[in-house]
C-alpha cells in the first residue's frame, strides 16, 4: 500500500511538473522571466514574494488584470509594464498567475 501511494504521488508530481514547465516556457516567451525569477527579487518581485503577498486569497482575476494593465506601487518603486493579450494569451496568463501564486 505505501508503494502504490508513493507511485501515485510521484505520477502526479511528475505530470504537474509538466504542465507547469508549458507554463515557465509560456512565462519566458512572454518576457515576465526578464524581469523576474521563481526565488529571488530581480527587477520585479520573487515569486515566492508574490505567493506569500497573496497567500489564502482568492486573487487570480485581480492579478491577471494587474498583469494586463500593468502598475507600480504593489512591490515597490520600479513599474511593471502593461501585457496584452498579444504578448501572452488569457489562458497563458491565467496559469501563469496560478503557476506565481503556487510558488
Not at 4 to 13: E, I, S, Y
Not at 45 to 72: C, H, N, S, W
Request: charge should be positive.
Amino acid at each position: 500500500m505505501k508503494t502504490l501511494t508513493f507511485v501515485t504521488g510521484l505520477t502526479l508530481a511528475l505530470a504537474s511538473a509538466g504542465a507547469w514547465a508549458g507554463v515557465e516556457d509560456a512565462m519566458a516567451k512572454a518576457g515576465c522571466m526578464a524581469c523576474h525569477a521563481k526565488d529571488k527579487k530581480m527587477i520585479g518581485p520573487a515569486f515566492k514574494e508574490i505567493a506569500a503577498k497573496y497567500k489564502g486569497q482568492d486573487v487570480v482575476a485581480t492579478l491577471m488584470q494587474k498583469v494586463r494593465t500593468g502598475g507600480k506601487g504593489n512591490f515597490g518603486p520600479i513599474p511593471m509594464a502593461p501585457n496584452p493579450p498579444d504578448k501572452i494569451n488569457d489562458a497563458d496568463l491565467k496559469a501563469a498567475v496560478e503557476f506565481i501564486l503556487s510558488s
